[in-house]
């Protein structure tokens, strides 16, 4: 009697998996039921954009002493996903830099917005309000700059901004149940590179130590679309002494105010509407130091984010360099060259 129920039982279910089975004909589909997109990553890795200057085109390996291609921005190592409705946030998810699928349970309106969370000098703001989601650079001071204090008056000085991709999906569809819609996400750079190279005609012999600043460029950059705020910064950085001079490659959202036509945004900026001013500062043997200031308007003027700022015919002279009575040219006291770094948390919504 057990045995012919068990058999009854057997029968009677067996319709029903079948069904089930044809209804999910791949399996991984049948994990939750729910439509999803196959996201794939491209990554666009460029270190400046061309506006006139065409440097692949002319790239000189042997003045540069590097390839054009040796700065462009590798792939990070994970990538934020934040997912809007109505224009408000509605989830998150990470993804390798590969990609991945997301699932998509309700129906309705969706944005997707992308960019890498593996940076430290970076704050990011207002995430949770789609159009003003913004990338900025972290605070740095330097007692120093005084004359670039003069010139741009109520700017801050920041680090150079991190390596930040970006993209934005405006609307993702509504897709069936148990489809996979693909979805190819084109990560674009967010962050470009200046090569600074500071020629000297004389007394680079006398150079110990060197650093810089670039002012004048953007404060923070918009996600959704590429742009850059207007508000302007101090960029802070380090130099390297060259058998040249100095040199210095230095990271920047680029110009402020400009729309970034990459994005599919078109537009004009007048770069040399605003002040554009480069410093070098050099620590002599001796233990002076020497500042040395330089409007670079027209050098950005077609390189308005990422390209070559150039500073030719520096000089140091033997007596600035002669030794002071006290210290006899030894023994130089580096606790004046130092920066203060203020640490600020790594996202802020």
Known sequence: ???????????????????????????????????????????????????????????????????????????????????????????????????????????????????????????LSDIASLPNARASATPRSRGSIAYLMERHPDTRSANPPDVLYSAFVESVPNVAVHEVWPLPVKMQPLVFTYVVRYEFEYGLQHVRLARGALAGMAESVYLRDGRTSDEAIIVLYDCEVTDYGCEARVRSFGVPGFPDEYYGRTGDADVQERPYTLNLEVLLTNGKTLEFNYDVAEQLKNQPRGGVINISGIRIEDEQNEPSSDSGGFDVDLSGWGEVDVDLPINSN
């Open 1 to 123: 009697m057990k045995l012919v129920v068990r058999n009854i039982f057997i029968i009677a279910v067996m319709p029903l998996v079948l069904a089930l089975l044809s209804a999910c004909e791949r399996t991984e589909l049948c994990y939750n039921h729910y439509p999803q997109a196959a996201v794939t990553f491209d990554w666009e890795q460029e270190w400046e954009r061309d506006y006139g200057t065409a440097l692949p085109d002319h790239w000189n390996t042997g003045f540069y002493g590097f390839e054009y291609d040796f700065l462009r921005p590798g792939v990070p190592e994970w990538v934020n996903l934040v997912k809007y409705r109505d224009n408000a946030p509605d989830g998150e998810q990470y993804f390798s830099p590969v990609g991945d699928n997301v699932v998509l349970k309700e129906k309705g309106v969706r944005s997707f917005l992308f960019y890498n969370g593996d940076t430290e000098y970076i704050v």
